[in-house]
């Protein structure tokens, strides 16, 4: 859900997701404020219950204060935004809950550091509620696709998790323990849930790359011994096959005959999908990044995403019946072409696009430059995650220069093969976590012992997200030559669905802003010019504000892009 509204000095825009609240505000002719004391915005957030009484009011808090202000603080601890106000024009609200209404203040805080001040008439106020989990049908005549899409926490390395487990190391064999069930953030427990849908007279049909998280094994079992019948591609050729055997026989899915291994050697068996049935009609499919492993459920950044539309699973059904036939790249290409073409241009308004690969020809780059083609056309805002390398495809597109926002997160720093160019509005972040020391007044993190590939593995891209035409592509595939030409994967384009990327964006923002500022620290640190002090708030309006007003700055286009969005 998203609204804007003006207040008497400032204009403002909510952008809210599942779990996160998206801010944006700017004032109302687009200058600068002109008060030399003002010492940033603080944010009041107020809950209401479904019956509209107010739950709770306070001023929302963060990490980030001055220096000489409250220093009996021990690192790590919270500060109001009233008395440690935000230096920016934008502000997500990462502990939002799903289906709850909020309204929030954005006031003005003037004065000085010992003496902040709220200017309370020239605050700006807005309501917004959170998406629920689940996309409720509330119009039986409305036959848009509805989508479930649920993100894990996806980020150990940081201050939450040291304040509130002390980074303590995770149990993966115990998905209940309080520190698992925060690692996952509802994502086990949804897809958990979704096997649990199919009962007598329903059916699973799976293809799952890594298939080695027991609990989720046993879920398939369960759902067989309830009556639904169930059949499970897995990869049976690359080094996770001795896992993945070992699971599915401790399970007893092979006594059940609900496996099939995929023995192709060429490429990568790399679909994590599960297509719901009821009797022999395809009603939804679980799709997104997330394998079923310990760390791709509680590890590295995921995304489980649920589609429900008969025509979109059943399109997944086929697919799927290619795969349990077990051909090879060169069989699948003409099917998968067939079945879902690359759009001509952009697809249609208000549509869900399947591609399903292997799809082009060994030496053919048709698919994989649509999703250029496609990062090219933002007019404001992009937000690209790369789990590995950042192919030359997108490279070529992201070293030019204008004036969108085109924000990167990828699991490791750029390669010595990876170039994207000059444009200050390439904003790029790798993973990263706190070390000792590396931040007056933070916590030391700790490192994700879930995962070789520590931080990213989500593949989605946004496209010009805050408009009302959006385009979301996500899935399996890692934007990668291999993943059209010869692997098994499968993406989703949504185009025209303001909901779901409104929930995409929200998480974008969280994974980014959380890796960006320790990949800053880290690359200082490398560069041997780290600066513990960098972390507090500055005491004058001149050293802040400024930035935000500088035309060369993304950070001035964001506060224009993000709270004024072209439509």
Not at 178 to 183: A, D, G, R, V
Not at 206 to 235: R, S, W
Not at 454 to 475: A, C, E, W
Not at 478 to 497: A, C, H, T, Y
Request: glycine fraction near 6%; include cysteine.
């Amino acid at each position: 859900m998203r609204t804007k509204v003006k207040g008497s000095e400032l204009k403002a825009a909510a952008y809210a997701g599942t779990y996160v609240v998206a801010l944006a505000w700017d004032t109302h002719n687009g200058k600068a404020p002109t008060r030399p004391d003002l010492l940033g915005f603080g944010i009041e957030r107020t809950e209401f219950d479904v019956a509209g009484a107010e739950v709770e009011r306070y001023w929302l808090r963060g990490i980030k204060r001055f220096q000489n202000k409250h220093e009996e603080l021990p690192p790590g601890t919270l500060v109001s935004t009233a008395e440690h106000p935000v230096q920016g024009f934008q502000w997500a609200d990462y502990t939002a809950k799903s289906g709850t209404r909020y309204r929030y203040r954005i006031v003005p805080i003037h004065g000085t550091v010992k003496n902040p001040k709220p200017d309370d008439a020239a605050a700006v106020e807005l309501e917004v509620t959170c998406e629920l989990e689940g996309d409720q049908l509330t119009d039986p005549n409305d036959t848009a696709v509805r989508h479930d899409v649920f993100f894990n926490r996806g980020v150990i390395g940081s201050q939450a998790y040291a304040r509130k487990f002390e980074n303590r190391e995770p149990d993966p064999d115990n998905p209940r323990s309080p520190e698992m069930q925060w690692l996952s953030r509802g994502l086990f427990e949804a897809l958990v849930r979704f096997i649990g849908l199919a009962g007598d007279g329903m059916g699973l049909r799976a293809a799952l790359y890594e298939f080695h998280y027991q609990p989720v094994a046993n879920a398939f079992t369960k759902a067989i011994e309830a009556g639904a019948d169930v059949k499970i591609v897995y990869d049976a050729a690359s080094s996770y096959k001795t896992d993945n055997e070992a699971t599915i026989d401790a399970s007893g899915l092979r006594d059940h005959d609900a496996v099939i291994g995929r023995t192709v050697s060429e490429g990568i068996r790399h679909n994590k999908f599960i297509v719901l049935l009821k009797g022999d009609t395809p009603i939804a499919v679980w799709t997104g990044s997330t394998n079923v492993s310990a760390g791709g459920i509680f590890g590295h950044s995921n995304v489980g995403h649920i589609v429900w539309d008969e025509d979109v699973a059943a399109k997944y059904l086929d697919y799927w019946q290619r795969l349990a036939d077990n051909l090879t790249p060169t069989k699948l290409r003409p099917h998968n072409q067939t079945a879902t073409p690359v759009p001509t241009g952009k697809p249609p308004k208000r549509s869900v696009t399947p591609l399903f690969s292997a799809r082009d020809g060994k030496d053919e780059n048709t698919t994989l430059q649509w999703y250029a083609d496609r990062l090219a056309e933002a007019r404001e805002v992009s937000c690209t995650t790369f789990a590995f390398n950042i192919d030359d495809t997108f490279q070529q597109v992201l070293s030019q220069d204008n004036d969108v926002i085109r924000y990167i997160v990828k699991d490791d720093p750029l390669g010595e093969t990876e170039s994207i160019g000059n444009d200050r509005d390439v904003i790029f972040a790798a993973g990263a976590y706190l070390d000792r020391d590396a931040l007056s007044n933070f916590l030391q993190e700790r490192s994700n012992p879930l995962n070789r590939n520590r931080y990213i593995h989500n593949k989605f891209m946004l496209i010009d997200p805050l408009s009302d035409d959006p385009l979301v592509i996500t899935g399996s595939a890692n934007f990668s030559k291999p993943s059209q030409r010869i692997n098994d994967e499968n993406m989703l384009v949504i185009r025209g669905d303001t909901r779901v990327a409104d929930i995409y964006f929200g998480e974008y923002l969280r994974v980014f802003d959380h890796h960006y500022a320790r990949y800053i620290v880290r690359l200082l640190s490398d560069a041997g010019r780290s600066d513990p002090d960098a972390g507090y708030l500055k005491p004058r309006a001149a050293d802040w504000v400024p930035a935000h007003f500088n035309p060369n700055s993304y950070k001035s286009k964001r506060r224009k892009y993000f709270a004024s969005p072209k439509k």
